[in-house]
């Protein structure tokens, strides 16, 4: 009996699974030609793994590099990676219960970096929102700057600012949504995206009044089913890639 195949099959179908992430996250308006989703390293905690600089709607399986968590590529050959790439390894380091990271500059998202406003959970699939977003601002430690978090340091001041949460905003630039899965971490970026666009709705009707949004216990709640059934999601999202790709 051939013991090696399954795992060689997993490990093909778990690359297919990131390089069909970044499709997902293109096709529902979270990145465009910019933004990058990755996994921890299925076999070695120590590592993760996402595509090399390429606008992710054009990503395939064999653009996915390996990393340690310094974002240094292990393999010395491999493509030049994003430069923000340092905003995975240094979550992946600070938060040992997270296994996948997308950063995205979704435009329904980036004006809660920059008003005074905090982005509350306007509904049960955002659950996740409940217990607070943290905003990032990159000049609090570093002055002016080109806004990217392109080094360990500035990685580790996002981390640091994104603390226990799922989500972090980052001033004037976009926000990172984290999961303990490729499918929780992504559907939480679609999720953020669409929290917002409902917030913003919900701010006009409103006015200045409170919205009745989920308070933190709900949150707590909500977010188990969103993390079971609410992955269906992910299967008709994944199933479209399939359909366009062939993988
Ligand atoms: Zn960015």
Redesign the pocket.
Known sequence: MNTQLPSVLMSAERMADLAAASRILAARGVVDG??HVSMRHPDNPNRYLMSRALAPALVVPDDIVEYDLGSNAVHPASAKGFL?RFIHGEIYKARPDIGSVV?S?SPSVVPFGVASVKMQAMFHNAAFLAQGVPVFDISEQFGATDM??CDCAKGQALAQSLGSASVAL?RA??SVACGPTLQTAVFRAVYTEVNARIQHFAHSLAGTAPLAALSAEEGLLADVPNQTAGLRAWDLWRAEIRSETGW
Do not use: Q, T, Y
């Open positions: 910019f933004g923000e950063h500059h990217l978090v980052m630039h976009g």
